[in-house]
């Protein structure tokens, strides 16, 4: 039995938010990752790594406690761009900018899993599937903490996956205030919120 799980601490977006994102890509049928607002969500990634299950617990504690502190976070997209991944595949996302509050919170974040999540034994099984988890997936997660070890490291974005971008409004602004430890699946998409 896998006593361990890939997870995101991760900032959502407001539902309405959320809906307009996942509209902005035309989604090729036959990708694994199609946005949605049920297993697929639109997400900044705050942390990443290994959990015991046996220590979710605390990890829920975690992010309560984060949660009451940290208030609404402006988010403003600063543009679109396309990542093209060591296999070749083009991944469109929304780059966000950098504000001051949105490094603190990484940084808080950072900080207070440093601790509870590992890096360094990351297996496919700890992640949700199908669709096939790529092994991309594993570097992302095991090399998380030492890409991500200050605020100049940091490149807040939302994947938005491989598709069709289509026009992007001129401004995307919006407040975020929820805090969210979720379960990754294939190219670390936020699959279940576990709280």
């Not at 990484?106 to 297996?123: G, K, Y």
């Not at 096939?132 to 100049?152: A, G, L, P």
Request: glycine content about 2%.
């Amino acid at each position: 039995m896998n006593n361990h799980l890939a997870v995101d601490i991760a900032l959502l977006p407001p539902d309405v938010e959320s809906e307009k994102i996942i509209n902005l890509v035309e989604h090729f049928d036959d990708k694994p990752t199609k946005l949605n607002s049920v297993d697929c969500l639109p997400h900044i990634t705050l942390a990443m790594g290994v959990i015991k299950k046996t220590k979710l617990e605390t990890a829920f504690q975690i992010i309560d406690a984060l949660s009451k502190n940290m208030g609404e976070i402006p988010i403003s997209i600063q543009r679109a761009d396309i990542t093209t991944l060591p296999n070749h595949v083009k991944i469109s996302e929304l780059i966000v900018e950098p504000s001051p509050d949105i490094l603190k919170l990484h940084m808080d974040v950072m900080d207070a899993f440093r601790d509870l999540l590992t890096n360094d034994n990351v297996r496919l099984d700890y992640f949700i599937s199908p669709p096939e988890v790529s092994t991309q997936s594993i570097y992302w997660v095991q090399n998380y903490f030492k890409h991500h070890q200050s605020v100049d490291d940091y490149r807040p974005h939302i994947t938005l996956g491989e598709g069709i971008l289509k026009n992007l409004p001129n401004q995307i602004r919006f407040n975020a205030s929820t805090l969210t430890l979720c379960h990754l699946g294939t190219y670390c998409t936020c699959r279940k919120i576990l709280f």
